[in-house]
């Protein structure tokens, strides 16, 4: 009797059943490494625009750019901000920049705002850039969905 060449139902089962575990397994890891690559790219662009308004400060006499609406650079710090930070565009996790001069009770900050970010993300980036405590600290949550570098209080 001769038999023909072909996978059975339980042979095809099987096979499906190994690959929907090996996803289970390497999803989580690569959402986690996802994450921690936003992370990083939004620590960088925080150090970019607080490291481009702390020269402008330091050569205007300690004196900041008036505050801006979200999105807006203000103008005078157009010279001093790396090219490969966009401010008008979205932050890399979500939301848009802010430039904070006399409001939100602290003289000068860069913020994000609506950020798609959630606290226990937000709570990440403040332990790799700062001490890892939102409401203290260099980096902090404020009202309104609003996460601030504090630049000068």
Same mark, same amino acid.
């Given at each position: 009797?001769?038999?023909?060449?072909? &996978?059975?139902?339980?042979?095809?089962?099987?096979?499906?059943? =190994? =690959?929907?575990?090996? +996803?289970?397994?390497?999803? @989580?890891?690569?959402?986690?490494?996802?994450?921690?690559?936003?992370?990083?790219?939004?620590?960088? +662009?925080?150090?970019?625009?607080?490291? $481009?308004?702390?020269?402008?400060?330091?050569?205007?006499?300690? +004196?900041?750019?008036?505050?801006?609406?979200?999105?807006?650079?203000? @103008? $005078?710090?157009?010279?001093?901000?790396? @090219?490969?930070?966009?401010?008008? $565009?979205?932050?890399? =996790?979500?939301?848009?920049?802010?430039?904070? &001069?006399?409001? &939100?009770?602290?003289?000068?900050?860069?913020?994000?705002?609506?950020?798609? +970010?959630?606290?226990?993300?937000?709570?990440?980036?403040?332990?790799?850039?700062?001490?890892?405590?939102?409401?203290?600290?260099?980096?902090?949550?404020?009202?309104?969905?609003?996460?601030?570098? =504090?630049?000068?209080?």
């Amino acid at each position: 009797m001769r038999r023909n060449a072909a &996978f059975t139902l339980v042979e095809i089962m099987i096979v499906v059943s =190994i =690959i929907a575990l090996l +996803a289970v397994i390497a999803v @989580p890891s690569f959402l986690r490494a996802r994450q921690q690559a936003q992370n990083a790219k939004f620590i960088n +662009a925080l150090r970019v625009a607080s490291g $481009a308004l702390e020269l402008y400060a330091m050569e205007h006499n300690g +004196a900041y750019p008036p505050d801006t609406n979200r999105g807006v650079v203000p @103008p $005078a710090l157009l010279q001093y901000l790396d @090219p490969t930070l966009d401010f008008t $565009a979205q932050t890399p =996790i979500g939301g848009k920049w802010d430039w904070d &001069f006399n409001v &939100f009770g602290t003289r000068a900050a860069i913020s994000v705002v609506d950020s798609r +970010a959630s606290t226990e993300q937000m709570t990440q980036i403040d332990e790799n850039y700062d001490d890892g405590d939102l409401s203290s600290g260099r980096f902090q949550a404020k009202a309104n969905g609003r996460y601030s570098e =504090i630049i000068e209080k």
